[in-house]
């Protein structure tokens, strides 16, 4: 085990996960980032632009796996900052029940919601940030969009693995959906 | 009608509300305000204390009517700055729906929820503030307890009507009950 | 007074209602009627169809009034035997909470949902039925859709009132939105 | 790889699944199981006792591992089957939304709820069932009791893991906390 695993207690080297994700389902978190006004209403919704590894881009939420001994909130918290900034200030919600669950398999047909490397299970969560946003890291972009934009024919196409689906199941929770 | 109620049209004079009681369901929203931590984390609750008809004292949450031709979330956001003050900045949910409904009945044995005056079915949030909050109109005292402090039995017997109940259910949904 | 209402203490006389309808905001339950399979998942949706006031005829969902002392749940059984028949076998959720609020105005413009006669608020619920159904009352038909045929534009066309929105809603409750 | 391996491809073998025990938070789902009345008011909680490892016995709901390639629903019936037999007819809800995550730490002081084996993340339901239902496997017994029962001390007491706590959110969730 390498000195960098001797600290992160439990991480998993690129072998293990890659050995992991056939044969466990794994757990994320995804997060859609919201504007909201003075009432909690949502008026803007972030999505980011990500490139993929075939090389073309697509639109995407924020989102990643939740870590050994780490909570749902920290894991939340840490995958926003990790694709809005320090300075986007998360609202996480009260309940730490997810306002639906996606089920990503390798095979497209069963849920509809794909992801060709695993079979993984994310915790859904609709987030108001009321601070600066910049992508980082792997994210090219991020546009703020009104509901009605987000759940337009054109955009949702620019998504990727049947997470249009997911924007407008946020949208619906939210009473949003145009 | 009174010129009063010719500018607030639809508004009910004292006759009229005593008569709808009497006849309705009379439809309110209730707020149970908290702190939360940058995580969102429940730390604190926040009861205020009332004067009651009888002249007795009792722990209260924020909670009011929802006026003819007012939104559901202008309503809470009404009663909330009225109970709480104008520099409170709650953060009303993304959805509306509530965590749950109330009902009070006149008869105390019905659901546990009582309320002499009516049958009032209440809409349940818990709102999180992040700002000053001062107890005003009809409050006497504001207090800012820890979860446990507000669940424990010294505290839940200063509730009238059931609303020790209605503490714990929200304490529960935050994943905060002890 | 009337003897009925002597009898049915706290129901309205149509004048009653009539008044109260023009200063309060009436209290609805709605209940979307599914089929499930085994696993509890949505594979059908029942619409009726209702004759309206003007003569035409629209798709809509189980609805009506809460009635003073009236509890939500025997609210929405009394309006799901009223609707499907007595051998519908509805089963309510084990929490009260409703997936959504709608909020019907006088003004279409202000949630999109819109009743002429009244501002009301109702608590909505999806709920499985697993007996026979059959309409009875004011509807003139039963029709089971699935979830693609319900949410398609044609069906969705046979709303009035902004009701195929709550369509959509329960679809994305149910992960079912097409 | 085994020749059970084979063929249900993606299962671990003990050695894997324990190695994946100390490098990722494992995916469970857990049921409570209920009763309820016409009304879908839960009137009684199924509460399994199970033997642990140290030979003690403890109350337990039901509970178990969500395998590759498996989806939620199919993991719950999955479950419930093989803890209440084959003829307790399970309703599972019309959302996925579980009612709350139970985040299991082998540190007891992290979330309260504890398991000395692992990290696991548990999607929590409250599951009515209607037909007979005969404990199985690893349970020694299936009792039912009354919602104040099982909430009561001297019950929780008998629960390990922290699934005291588990027991009294779902009763809040389904408006039963007494």
Request: hydrophobic share 45%.
């Amino acid at each position: 085990m390498s000195e960098i695993l001797d600290v992160t207690a439990g991480w998993l080297t690129v072998d293990e996960l890659s050995s992991a994700r056939e044969t466990l389902p794994i757990l994320y978190v995804e997060a859609i980032p919201v504007r909201v006004d003075a009432a909690g209403r949502v008026t803007g919704v972030g999505l980011l632009l990500r490139a993929r590894p075939d090389g073309s881009v697509s639109r995407a939420v924020v989102a990643g796996r939740v870590l050994y001994k780490e909570r749902i909130r920290d894991a939340l918290i840490r995958h926003l900052e990790k694709d809005l900034g320090p300075m986007a200030l998360p609202r996480l919600p009260v309940s730490i029940a997810p306002f639906t669950i996606v089920e990503y398999f390798p095979d497209p047909t069963v849920t509809g919601f794909h992801d060709p490397r695993q079979h993984a299970v994310a915790l859904a969560y609709v987030v108001p940030v009321d601070g600066d946003c910049v992508p980082t890291q792997s994210a090219i972009d991020l546009a703020w969009l009104t509901p009605e934009e987000a759940c337009s024919e054109v955009v949702l196409a620019e998504f990727s693995g049947g997470q249009d689906r997911l924007i407008r199941l946020a949208m619906a929770y939210g009473g949003r959906l145009p």
